[in-house]
């Protein structure tokens, strides 16, 4: 069975660290395009980072650019989410999803579907 499990959620204080991990069981991440999508209650879901495992090309949105840095282990079948200066607004369920990097004639940095992924991780930002 192909999963996404995530990890590394919790607790910090405001301008703290966490760290999220996505492993993959049942599948590598060869020839993927890996996203972490942030949904809060009452709120839209959000992207907020992606990894293209091809390339490597990634994708950060504007409210955590400069703060959080994806990156892959293959080694290790792994995507982590270093998450750094968090703040208040960064509380939400974070979860991981994947698609193959390319579908219909185009190459995707960000998971288009999210034909896999993951049951999420708590992140809670807050003093």
């Known amino acids: 069975e192909k999963q996404l499990v995530e990890s590394g959620g919790g607790l910090v204080h405001p301008g703290g660290s966490l760290r999220l991990s996505c492993a993959a069981s049942?599948?590598?991440?060869?020839?993927?395009?890996i996203g972490w999508f942030r949904q809060a209650p009452g709120k839209e879901r959000e992207k907020v980072s992606c990894i293209s495992s091809s390339d490597l090309s990634t994708y950060y949105p504007d409210s955590v650019k400069g703060r959080f840095t994806i990156s892959i282990n293959s080694a290790k079948n792994t995507v982590v989410l270093q998450m750094d200066s968090l703040k208040p607004e960064d509380t939400a369920v974070y979860y991981c999803?994947?698609?193959?990097?390319?579908?219909?004639?185009?190459?995707?940095?960000?998971?288009?579907?999210?034909?896999?992924r993951g049951r999420g991780t708590q992140v809670t930002v807050s003093s």
């Open positions: 049942g599948f590598t991440f060869d020839d993927y395009a």
């Open positions: 999803a994947a698609d193959p990097w390319y579908s219909g004639g185009y190459y995707y940095t960000c998971p288009p579907r999210g034909d896999y």
